[in-house]
């Protein structure tokens, strides 16, 4: 295992975690909500809905296909590098957006998330070739960890400017995310040639998708590991894009309580992801992803009955836990899963997996809360089944680790 390339692999963990703190989670989706659409009856959730769905769409549709063109056209480096440009230049953009400048910000969202997201299937596609099978858990914790440690500073760098010079956020998350993603652009393993060219690849790929999409099908395991994947990281993605919005409409934060409420998130799931790093490698994935599921569900089931704030501080924290380590171990699973020479488009069905099923979540959020008036309590159960859904789909994937001993 070579310690500079897992270095250069984490650091971009470090680098792009400050867009999911600050872009999805904890500040943009506020101030996308009560600024640029300023209403409180339900709309404002339903466009930004709408724009976490749309963008998970393009994602889920392309990725699989991308990945394919990547493995066969050797461009997975290239792929990563012009996605992350896409997300940078998008986000520095949203310094132009003003009160009532929906369908701007809107585009603008959905760009930048587009970028971000098919960016990280390449990113974990790095995975198994920089970390052998028995070291995979710990890696993948590692990356985590020092994501959440990224998306915390993150979050720091952008407190003071938050309420009144709220422009100049979009462009230190650009800066931030480009200064930290550098090291992996040079440091990580270059495309290794292959017979094809980057546009034969893609002629392969337009003409024998049916071919791709058999590939994962005949993998039974890994076919049966994504669907429950598909149900549990609906539920943890939506909680991750309506979490800024719940914390101010539902529980009365302000901007900057939401920022702090998320700081302390965002170390709890440090905490988590490096805790039971360890644990995966040990006891496989599945027995972790089992219990953290059960935590997520008590989780859901919790948030519809507090009131207070200080007990929703507390929800929080156990929900950091789960977050950090729910996305390491699916992500060791997965990679344990998956043949070599074809983890690009593995990953790619991984991200077709998270993201189709991120259209459902969101919009499922969005329609409960605008049918109950403005009310999200409802919309925390239908989350809650989607946990559930998940726990009990995964029980039907032994896990690689324990079959191994």
């Known amino acids: 295992m070579n310690n500079k390339h897992v270095g250069a ?4 963990d470090f680098a792009n975690s400050v867009y999911p703190a600050v872009m999805t989670t904890a500040v943009f989706p506020v101030f996308y909500v009560n600024v640029v659409i300023g209403d409180d ?11 976490v769905s749309l963008s998970a769409l393009v994602v889920a549709v392309s990725s699989p296909l991308l990945g394919a063109v990547a493995d066969r056209g050797g461009a997975r480096k290239r792929f990563m590098l012009g996605y992350t440009a896409v997300c940078l230049i998008a986000v520095a953009m949203m310094s132009t957006l003003d ?3 929906v369908v701007q910000g809107f585009l603008l969202f959905v760009v930048a998330n587009i970028g971000f997201e098919s960016a990280l299937v390449f990113y974990n596609a790095y995975l198994p070739d920089i970390a052998p099978p028995e070291k995979q858990g710990w890696v993948s914790g590692l990356g985590f960890g020092v994501g959440y440690l990224g ?4 979050l720091l760098m952008v407190i003071p400017f938050a309420t009144d010079r709220i422009e100049l956020v979009w462009l230190m998350v650009s800066g931030f995310f480009l200064m930290f993603a550098l090291p992996a652009f040079v440091v990580l393993p270059k495309d290794a040639p292959t017979e094809m060219t980057i546009g034969q690849a893609a002629r392969w790929g337009l003409t024998s998708f049916r071919e791709i999409v058999g590939e994962v099908w005949a ?3 890994l076919r049966n590991f994504l669907l429950a994947f598909f149900f549990y990281i609906d539920g943890v993605l939506t909680i991750i894009v309506m979490a800024g919005v719940v914390a101010t409409e539902t529980f009365g934060f302000d901007q900057q309580g939401t920022i702090i409420l998320f700081l302390i998130v965002q170390f709890s799931a440090l905490i988590g992801a490096f805790s039971l790093a360890g644990p995966t490698d040990r006891l496989g994935p599945k027995k972790v992803l ?4 059960v935590l997520w569900i008590s989780v859901g089931i919790a948030a519809y009955f507090i009131q207070s704030q200080a007990l929703f501080y507390a929800m929080a924290v156990l929900a950091g836990l789960g977050l950090g380590s729910v996305q390491s171990a699916s992500r060791a699973f997965l990679s344990s ?3 070599d020479g074809k983890e690009a488009r593995m990953f790619g069905f991984y991200a077709l997996c998270g993201k189709s099923s991120s259209v459902l979540g969101p919009m499922l959020f969005g ?10 309590r409802p919309a925390f159960l239908a989350l809650t089944g989607l946990f559930l859904l998940g726990l009990v789909l995964l029980q039907r994937v032994p896990d690689p680790r324990a079959v191994s001993r």
């Open 9 to 12: 692999w984490a650091l971009f």
């Open 41 to 51: 009856g339900g709309l404002g959730e339903l466009w930004w809905s709408r724009a």
């Open 99 to 101: 009160q009532g400048m």
């Open 151 to 154: 998306s915390a500073l993150g």
């Open 219 to 221: 993998l039974t395991d």
């Open 290 to 293: 089992n219990g953290v599921l």
């Open 337 to 339: 899963l998956i043949p």
């Open 367 to 376: 329609y409960v809360t605008l049918f109950a008036g403005g009310n999200q």
